[in-house]
């Protein structure tokens, strides 16, 4: 995520136009005065996707590379295997 620094003085002449800024480009600037960082603006999350949206946008993804797809497969068994036992809902 890159971030975009801009200086107090800066930001309080063109807020309007750096809310517009973090919004669109979805990344957060960081505010500097005398040179070091004193705030950063934040994006908000967006919606939540539905199943829907998000089986259309899973056919257009780009496959990922054989060693990133091991890599994310190992990491998923990695996470399952430090997960409790399933419970019954009856028990």
């Given amino acids: 995520m890159n971030e ?12 309007l136009k750096l809310l517009e ?12 005065r005398e040179g070091r ?4 603006l934040n994006p ?4 939540a996707l539905s199943s829907t949206e ?3 946008r899973w056919e257009k993804l780009d496959p990922l590379p054989p060693d ?6 190992e990491d998923l068994e990695a996470a399952h295997r430090h997960l ?6 009856w028990d």
């Fill in 4 to 15: 975009t620094a801009i200086p107090v003085a800066e930001a309080a002449k063109e807020f």
């Fill in 21 to 32: 800024l973090v919004e669109r480009q979805r990344e957060p600037a960081v505010l500097m």
């Fill in 37 to 40: 960082p004193v705030a950063i």
């Fill in 44 to 47: 908000v999350p967006g919606p």
């Fill in 54 to 56: 998000l089986a259309d």
């Fill in 68 to 73: 990133e797809a091991n890599a994310f497969a």
């Fill in 84 to 89: 409790p036992p399933l419970k019954s809902a």
